[in-house]
């Protein structure tokens, strides 16, 4: 079955730490983006990366990096710089651009995010 | 500024209750795509519509319908006879037409928990 897969789902950081969350897709998707969800809001915009080797800031990109190396992975460094780290992040990705604009998102599980 | 507000943070219902789940969103752009997506227990968000500016007749989908009003910046949701498996958050969002903007830069609401009881 194909969709996007997160890993892990529960992760710890401890303070100075840096830690990556994985997300693999087998969609053949060019579009992948991460979302952070904090208790009673809604889901905001880290990065986003519509090509391999190719990303972009979203809303709330400080203290977060990304790479794309390959189309099916977009991991997501949370680094010591990211002073409020708690809370669910969320992978997802879209069909290839040029096809129907504003496709709709498939989404990972989600990692959840702690400090020790 | 763009923004979707959705006031409603929690609701519950009865088994078999209808219930509306309120979306309200601004925007400059006059072509603009309105979404909604559902998230259970489970954690990932399942998509359920996607309907674009232009396009204002309302939709049905077994249980779920949808009323788009341009008038009123408003993009509601109902579910008949609500079924205890409804039982999640619900976002709202909102994603801008414009070149570069692939779709997945959403301006979310902010969700509504539904709970639906037996």
């Keep these: 079955d194909g969709g996007i897969t997160q890993s892990p789902k529960y992760l710890f950081r401890k303070e100075g730490q840096n ?8 969609l053949n998707h060019d579009a992948m983006y991460w979302y952070r969800q904090d208790p009673g809001q809604g889901l905001r915009l880290i990065y986003y990366s519509q090509i391999v080797n190719d990303f972009q800031k979203g809303d709330i990109a400080e203290g977060y990096s990304v790479s794309r190396e390959k189309k099916e992975s977009f991991p ?3 680094t010591s710089a990211q002073k409020n780290p708690t809370a669910f ?4 990705s879209s069909i290839p651009p040029g096809i129907v604009r504003n496709e709709k998102l498939f989404f990972g599980s989600g990692t959840q995010l702690s400090v020790l | 500024a763009q923004k979707v507000t959705q006031a409603q943070t929690e609701i519950s219902v009865v088994e078999k209750e209808d ?7 601004e925007t400059r752009d006059t072509t603009y795509y309105l979404f ?21 007749q309302n939709e049905i989908s077994g249980r779920y319908s949808w009323n788009f009003q341009k008038s009123t910046s408003s993009f509601n949701f109902t579910i008949t006879a609500s079924q205890v498996v409804d039982s999640a958050v619900y976002f709202c969002a909102l994603s801008e037409a414009y070149v570069g903007n ?5 301006i979310f609401g902010q969700g ?6 037996p």
């Design chain 1, 19 to 26: 830690v990556t969350l994985s997300c693999e897709q087998n």
């Design chain 1, 76 to 78: 997501l460094t949370v």
């Design chain 1, 89 to 92: 992040y969320l992978c997802a």
């Design chain 2, 19 to 25: 219930v509306t789940l309120d979306c309200v969103y």
């Design chain 2, 36 to 56: 909604w997506y559902k998230q259970p227990p489970s954690g990932e968000l399942v998509f359920l519509i996607r309907r674009n500016s232009f396009d204002e």
């Design chain 2, 102 to 106: 692939q779709g997945g830069k959403l």
């Design chain 2, 112 to 117: 509504t928990e539904l709970s639906v009881k």
